[in-house]
């Protein structure tokens, strides 16, 4: 069975309430008195005993405790219990003085071909910090983007706020979005529209070759694979389509001899409600002569 622990107080010989200084001193004397050197018989013993109760009373919290619970019942764990209580304490009271950050709000605007593609843009917070923010390809506008960590610094050991980036993309005058798909528009001339032909058309790429099939109708969508917005980053990620609508361009002006073959034309389709070109009369050819 475990030798009972002596009250400290009484192994140091001073009453409960005795200062600071008298613990100090009468704990010299009692060191210098019980050294091994000077007491070899008990192996140390007694000095050990002295030494601990002397390493408790001299620790302003130590001594609390042990005034407060008394000798730690190794056998149950009581120390265990005690510290494990002071720890939490302390936690509470630590968190209580803890204050996480702000977080901080910011507007990124992008260009279409930006939000496309992906970029790194580096913008200058609130707080006057510069901040890389890296966008992924085939970002949406509207999107939100949450930078853990990244907001304002905590006060008393609180974890700093976090930085939320609001993506705007500013409207282009060329393309549109659908999904992952690209959508524009392109106009084409009745004979191109009616014969077939080759055109140049802009993407986000830059301006491709596309074949307008003979006989195309106004309102018709041509439909370039691969050229939309990208899903991921790399020359492989897949990317949705560019999808093309074509306008056709009707003349407000003719010729005499265009305006003869639209009507030639006409008339081989069997379209009767087309007004025929009325032919100058010789009077009115004589003043357009007379005119010049």
Do not use: C
């Not at 010989?13 to 005795?18: H, I, L, Q, T």
């Not at 100090?24 to 060191?31: D, P, S, V, W």
């Not at 002071?86 to 803890?98: G, Y």
């Not at 025929?276 to 005119?291: F, G, H």
């Amino acid at each position: 069975m475990a030798k009972r622990k002596r009250d400290y107080y009484a192994v140091l010989g001073v009453s409960r309430d005795a200062s600071e200084s008298d613990i100090k001193r009468t704990f010299r004397e009692l060191a210098r008195k019980h050294h091994p050197d000077m007491m070899p018989a008990d192996g140390g013993e007694r000095f050990r005993e002295i030494n601990e109760a002397y390493a408790i009373l001299s620790d302003r919290d130590a001594r609390a405790r042990y005034d407060r619970w008394g000798h730690a019942d190794e056998s149950s764990g009581l120390s265990a219990v005690v510290d494990a209580a002071q720890q939490m304490i302390n936690d509470v009271l630590r968190r209580r003085k803890q204050h996480k950050g702000r977080d901080i709000r910011f507007t990124l605007e992008l260009t279409f071909a930006e939000a496309a593609f992906g970029a790194s843009k580096q913008v200058v917070l609130p707080d006057g910090r510069s901040y890389t923010v890296v966008i992924s390809p085939g970002t949406k506008d509207g999107t939100i983007r949450t930078e853990k960590g990244e907001g304002d610094k905590g006060t008393g050991g609180g974890a700093a706020g976090d930085l939320h980036v609001l993506i705007r993309v500013a409207d282009d005058s060329r393309f549109a979005r659908d999904g992952s798909d690209v959508l524009s528009t392109q106009t084409v001339s009745f004979a191109q529209a009616a014969l077939g032909a080759v055109v140049d058309v802009e993407t986000i790429d830059g301006p491709v070759k596309m074949r307008i099939p003979e006989g195309t109708q106004p309102g018709s969508v041509l439909r370039l694979r691969n050229r939309g917005i990208p899903q991921a980053a790399g020359k492989t990620a897949p990317r949705g389509d560019h999808l093309v609508t074509v306008q056709v361009e009707v003349p407000t002006t003719l010729t005499q001899r265009q305006r003869e073959l639209i009507e030639e034309l006409a008339q081989t389709g069997g379209e009767t409600a087309v007004v025929p070109t009325k032919k100058p009369r010789l009077l009115d050819r004589v003043r357009s002569l007379l005119d010049e």
